[in-house]
């Protein structure tokens, strides 16, 4: 793992927040990191998961980036 590229701050959220940030429900949030169109998630224990949140708003950055050209 290279943690030189992971901030010294990180926060992670849950999926509830997920989706309330993306808009997208737990289904597509789940379909689309198969795809590896979302952020991965990361495991924190045998049975929890989060995510990074400037990962997700990074991804929702790029969205309104990509609808929005020049």
Same mark, same amino acid.
């Given at each position: 793992?290279?943690?030189?590229?992971?901030?010294? +701050?990180? +926060?992670?959220?849950?999926?509830? +927040? @997920?989706?309330?940030?993306? /808009?997208?429900?737990? !289904?597509?949030?789940?379909?689309?990191?198969?795809?590896?169109?979302?952020? !991965?998630? @990361?495991?924190? /224990?045998? *049975?929890?998961?989060?995510?990074?949140? !400037?990962? @997700?708003?990074?991804? @929702?950055? +790029? *969205?309104?980036?990509?609808?929005?050209?020049?």
């Amino acid at each position: 793992m290279n943690t030189a590229q992971i901030p010294d +701050e990180v +926060e992670f959220i849950k999926i509830a +927040e @997920v989706r309330r940030i993306t /808009g997208l429900g737990t !289904s597509t949030i789940y379909e689309r990191m198969l795809a590896k169109q979302f952020p !991965s998630q @990361v495991k924190l /224990g045998p *049975r929890a998961v989060a995510w990074v949140k !400037s990962e @997700v708003q990074a991804w @929702v950055k +790029e *969205r309104i980036g990509a609808a929005r050209p020049g």
